[in-house]
């Protein structure tokens, strides 16, 4: 299995959904971008699309690293049959999943999909539900700013995937200084 190393160290504990670098625990974004927007998802909304959610993105992982697709999920089998007209790289590109990115301090999360070209990384998130785009701006813009600071590494592009709508759709990150401002202060 090929593997991008963005955020060397960080390891994911997936049953506790925790991330951790040398014994210490990081923080995941999206609670953080949940207090900043306002939004409050009720519990029982949560754990019914948690479980759809992972099937989807379980499933876009596997075909990814193996090749096979093995979901009959309706929402899965368009994103294979899209993906490749969609990606904005240059020929030839690798595509990875579940990249780990960091601050190394307070934060880590995994970028649902990247595409690596000569020319960068090109980002993708894919929502199965409603896509909220000041959201995924926010969710992006921390990513680019992880990936740009940390790792050294130049992103191209961030692409949001909406299974709901089966579209795919251009973010544009906000500034650094507005993500040191939500992250740290």
């Not at 539900?129 to 592009?157: M, Q």
Request: hydrophobic share 40%; glycine share 6%.
């Amino acid at each position: 299995m090929l593997k991008l190393h963005l955020a060397g160290g960080v390891e994911f504990d997936e049953a506790k959904h925790e991330y951790w670098y040398r014994g210490q625990r990081l923080s995941g974004v999206t609670g953080l971008i949940s207090k900043r927007l306002g939004i409050n998802m009720p519990q029982e909304f949560v754990e019914e699309h948690r479980m759809e959610g992972a099937h989807v993105h379980k499933a876009v992982q596997k075909w990814i690293e193996t090749g096979k697709a093995d979901s009959i999920h309706p929402g899965v089998k368009w994103l294979i049959e899209t993906f490749a007209y969609h990606t904005l790289c240059d020929v030839p590109c690798r595509v990875y999943s579940e990249v780990l990115v960091s601050d190394f301090k307070r934060y880590a999360s995994a970028v649902d999909i990247i595409a690596e070209s000569a020319k960068g990384l090109v980002m993708y998130d894919i929502k199965k539900g409603v896509f909220k785009r000041e959201y995924v701006t926010w969710r992006f813009s921390i990513y680019k700013y992880f990936i740009e600071k940390y790792a050294e590494r130049k992103v191209i592009a961030c692409v949001c995937i909406s299974m709901k709508d089966r579209e795919y759709y251009d973010i544009f990150p906000k500034s650094f200084e507005q993500i040191e401002k939500i992250l740290y202060e």
